[in-house]
């Protein structure tokens, strides 16, 4: 495996070029040496006649597009390289010994000879101090590659991290580390990394894999930090936004709820938003979504739930558990008399807050935003979870702008967390 990139390799190869062509080339002053005195680069007639030979061939090699002729002449170039390299004495001679023989293994691919190129370079005295750190960074970059493969991960570390301090913008750099720190337990340090690669794959082609979102969430939930996880929700989704990955991050979402979270905002409110983006995908989740509506006081919402998921095809008609859920609902709505006496006879705060949610549950988001409106003017209400389902309520209406006016004023905790995810689906369609 090549683990540079050709583009890296071939930023390193123009490096040399300079000192070749001042030479002027090994084909010229083959009866003399080159003098010292005067910067004149220092080689001996037997060693220039070689390097020319074998530059010459890797250059033959370069251009040729038949396989035979390329590999005829890199075995051209290696023979005469050998012979060079014998005879390479001074650090002149040994600096485009080892430039040619980088140029060599990059085209054949032999990583370890390209290793051993490098290593010439970077400690050769003849190699220009401003190239030394393209030659350290691709040297380090490419040990920390091979470490990495070996799962040797504290190695890895060292080298890609070295790698990155001599310049290297490799975007395996922040991967091998990612995957390094990951397999050493420093999730924090991992997470770092992968949204460095994220930010600059996307800087480039507008887009990084799926894989690399779905590599950092975990780590992010086993960090414990639900914001940052809701946020990268938001980004993996926004990017990826098909049925699955709703599925898979509401699930994700739910599994972090905190102790003392809101019980019944973290089922009900997660449901919606997978009702909202058309993401439910099964019975069981239709079931449940309408078992916890009518648990909580929400058998309105509990009806219209089993009816959407029986006309899906997701509801089998005269499943038993939902027959159950449907008969306590039906009775609780019939017992509940008139929503607007309810909402006259509403004095405090909480109360409209409670009235607002059950005509939000019955499909008339417009009086629940009027009554959330006068619950917020009165106070005595968690603010957050008012304005959350405000937002619900508008999004419903497909009042996008307002919807996210209300998301945004969710300010803090769990609720803030689920308006995140909530704001993400205001721009993206529903799914089907």
């Given at each position: 495996?090549?683990?540079?990139?050709?583009?890296?390799?071939?930023?390193?190869?123009?490096l040399g070029t300079t000192g070749l062509v001042a030479t002027p080339a090994f084909a010229q002053k083959a009866d003399k040496k080159a003098k010292n005195e005067n910067g004149d680069i220092k080689v001996s007639p037997e060693?220039?006649?070689?390097?020319?030979?074998?530059?010459?061939?890797?250059?033959?090699?370069?251009?040729?597009?038949?396989?035979?002729?390329?590999?005829?002449?890199?075995?051209?170039?290696?023979?005469?390289?050998?012979?060079?390299?014998?005879?390479?004495?001074?650090?002149?001679?040994?600096?485009?010994?080892?430039?040619?023989?980088?140029?060599?293994?990059?085209?054949?691919?032999?990583?370890?000879?390209?290793?051993?190129?490098?290593?010439?370079?970077?400690?050769?005295?003849?190699?220009?101090?401003?190239?030394?750190?393209?030659?350290?960074?691709?040297?380090?970059?490419?040990?920390?590659?091979?470490?990495?493969?070996?799962?040797?991960?504290?190695?890895?570390?060292?080298?890609?991290?070295?790698?990155?301090?001599?310049?290297?913008?490799?975007?395996?750099?922040?991967?091998?580390?990612?995957?390094?720190?990951?397999?050493?337990?420093?999730?924090?340090?991992?997470?770092?990394?992968?949204?460095?690669?994220?930010?600059?794959?996307?800087?480039?082609?507008?887009?990084?894999?799926?894989?690399?979102?779905?590599?950092?969430?975990?780590?992010?939930?086993?960090?414990?930090?639900?914001?940052?996880?809701?946020?990268?929700?938001?980004?993996?989704?926004?990017?990826?936004?098909?049925?699955?990955?709703?599925?898979?991050?509401?699930?994700?979402?739910?599994?972090?709820?905190?102790?003392?979270?809101?019980?019944?905002?973290?089922?009900?409110?997660?449901?919606?938003?997978?009702?909202?983006?058309?993401?439910?995908?099964?019975?069981?989740?239709?079931?449940?979504?309408?078992?916890?509506?009518?648990?909580?006081?929400?058998?309105?919402?509990?009806?219209?739930?089993?009816?959407?998921?029986?006309?899906?095809?997701?509801?089998?008609?005269?499943?038993?558990?939902?027959?159950?859920?449907?008969?306590?609902?039906?009775?609780?709505?019939?017992?509940?008399?008139?929503?607007?006496?309810?909402?006259?006879?509403?004095?405090?705060?909480?109360?409209?807050?409670?009235?607002?949610?059950?005509?939000?549950?019955?499909?008339?988001?417009?009086?629940?935003?009027e009554l959330y409106d006068q619950a917020l003017a009165k106070g005595g209400v968690n603010a957050d979870e008012v304005n959350l389902h405000r937002g619900i309520a508008y999004q419903q209406l497909g009042q996008k702008d307002?919807?996210?006016?209300?998301?945004?004023?969710?300010?803090?905790?769990?609720?803030?967390?689920?308006?995140?995810?909530?704001?993400?689906s205001l721009d993206l369609p529903p799914l089907s």
């Amino acid at each position: 495996m090549t683990f540079v990139s050709k583009l890296a390799m071939a930023a390193v190869l123009t490096l040399g070029t300079t000192g070749l062509v001042a030479t002027p080339a090994f084909a010229q002053k083959a009866d003399k040496k080159a003098k010292n005195e005067n910067g004149d680069i220092k080689v001996s007639p037997e060693f220039r006649k070689a390097a020319a030979a074998a530059e010459t061939a890797i250059a033959a090699a370069a251009a040729a597009t038949d396989a035979k002729i390329k590999a005829d002449n890199q075995a051209l170039a290696d023979t005469s390289l050998i012979a060079a390299e014998g005879i390479a004495k001074n650090d002149d001679e040994k600096y485009y010994a080892a430039f040619l023989r980088l140029r060599l293994e990059f085209a054949r691919k032999n990583d370890d000879a390209q290793l051993k190129a490098l290593n010439v370079l970077i400690n050769n005295p003849k190699t220009p101090p401003e190239n030394v750190k393209l030659y350290g960074a691709v040297f380090n970059y490419q040990m920390g590659a091979r470490a990495s493969q070996a799962k040797q991960h504290d190695e890895a570390i060292k080298y890609m991290l070295k790698a990155r301090e001599l310049g290297s913008t490799e975007i395996d750099v922040p991967i091998v580390l990612a995957n390094a720190y990951s397999a050493t337990g420093k999730n924090a340090e991992a997470i770092v990394e992968v949204d460095r690669a994220i930010t600059t794959a996307k800087a480039k082609s507008g887009k990084a894999p799926e894989a690399w979102y779905q590599f950092a969430i975990p780590r992010v939930n086993a960090v414990g930090d639900r914001a940052a996880m809701a946020s990268w929700l938001s980004r993996f989704i926004t990017d990826y936004p098909t049925l699955k990955n709703w599925q898979w991050g509401v699930q994700v979402f739910r599994s972090t709820a905190p102790a003392g979270a809101n019980v019944k905002s973290e089922r009900i409110d997660t449901y919606r938003l997978l009702r909202a983006t058309n993401a439910l995908p099964n019975r069981g989740e239709y079931a449940d979504y309408a078992f916890a509506a009518q648990q909580f006081g929400l058998p309105w919402e509990a009806l219209s739930v089993i009816a959407e998921g029986e006309k899906a095809g997701k509801l089998p008609k005269g499943d038993p558990d939902v027959a159950k859920t449907f008969k306590a609902s039906s009775a609780q709505v019939s017992g509940s008399g008139s929503l607007e006496a309810l909402a006259k006879a509403a004095k405090t705060g909480e109360d409209l807050s409670q009235t607002a949610d059950a005509f939000l549950a019955s499909g008339n988001q417009t009086r629940a935003i009027e009554l959330y409106d006068q619950a917020l003017a009165k106070g005595g209400v968690n603010a957050d979870e008012v304005n959350l389902h405000r937002g619900i309520a508008y999004q419903q209406l497909g009042q996008k702008d307002q919807a996210r006016t209300a998301f945004a004023a969710v300010k803090a905790g769990p609720l803030a967390n689920l308006a995140t995810l909530y704001t993400t689906s205001l721009d993206l369609p529903p799914l089907s």
